[in-house]
């Protein structure tokens, strides 16, 4: 009797015939569904026509760097860093990738050395983003290796450390935290838009990672991009790309364009996207603390309120997944939810205590609507 609800494409509702008790509501992934009700209303203005005889070749612009790169993408992107003010995009690259994760598998290659004696270390502070680990290691590659939690790496080689702001699980706003000289950095900024924490300043790094996975909700087109200073690196990276995939899809990369194109134009409007998911947003995290306070089993981090400078507003962190501790002697917060049909992600995924675990905050109403009421059901 036990029910998963849908996750296929179309979101269909389901009919629940008990009130929801016997779902399993599966916020393990971040699968960014709730945005889909904003693109439905958008309707023809995302609708994006292809014919069969365009995107055929493998090349975009073979002047540029990054020779796979479509320039309609660029554009879209540097404006909407413009009209948000998250990134300085002056003076750097663009490198397109399937999904920032081909970018960050790039810029590892990119940035470590191909001929030394020893694997570079590749470091994040914890808890950090699960993906990492996995994938600097999964090819058990002899140009790099995980050597996990910064705030414990303590060796005098080099290293790449991963900072990731706002930080997957936490929401936490981040700076590099290794004091060694012979750091690169490489900043993932998959969360760094207004609806998830106040946008501060022009983000300017050396290399900035974005996607819009979670900046629009399309997950599923599988673009993300890199902002890179240095024209070397952008060159390895777009190598990495050259010999991993030849290119990145360009059905993919105008359909992003359009996307955020779309974005941009709505700042101009009545609601903009940004409005709309802040909005949202918050309306979710008021939900999931109201349904925390009803027990004494489960906490949640707070954020001080700053000043947004794209809306002004003045506002805590809204992350993409709440990190949720169990309170008290449950040391499996993960195996007590899923005993309670709640999938979430355990807190040693993240090289943190079991006695925390992430939850998405990005999935579709109707899961959203159950999970906060089966929370505070919980006895103990
Ligand atoms: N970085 C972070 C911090 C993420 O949370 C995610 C997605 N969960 C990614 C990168 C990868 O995103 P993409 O879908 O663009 O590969």
Known sequence: RTQILPTTSSGAATVVPDGGESVVINLDHGDPTMYENFWKQKGEETTVITSGWQHISYFSDIKNVCWFLEPELVSAVTRLHKVVGNAKTDGRHVVVGTGSSQLYQAALFALSPPNASDPMNVVSAAPFYSSYPLMTDYLKSGLHKWAGDAYKFNKQNPYIELVTSPNNPDGSTRQDVVKGHKGILIHDLAYYWPQYTPILSPADYDIMLFTVSKSTGHAGTRIGWALVK???VAKK?????????IGVSKDSQIRAAKILQAVSDSCDGDESF??????L???RWKKIREAVDKTELFSLPDFPPEICSFSGRSFGQLPAFAWLKCEGDVDDCEGFLRRHKILSR???????????VRISMLCRDSEFELFTKRLPAIIS
């Open 230 to 232: 240095d024209r070397e």
């Open 274 to 279: 940004f409005d709309y998911s802040y909005k």
């Open 237 to 245: 990276m777009t190598t990495f790309i050259e010999i991993n995939t």
């Open 281 to 283: 947003m918050e309306k």
């Open 346 to 356: 355990g807190g040693k995924h993240f090289g943190a205590s079991t006695k925390y």
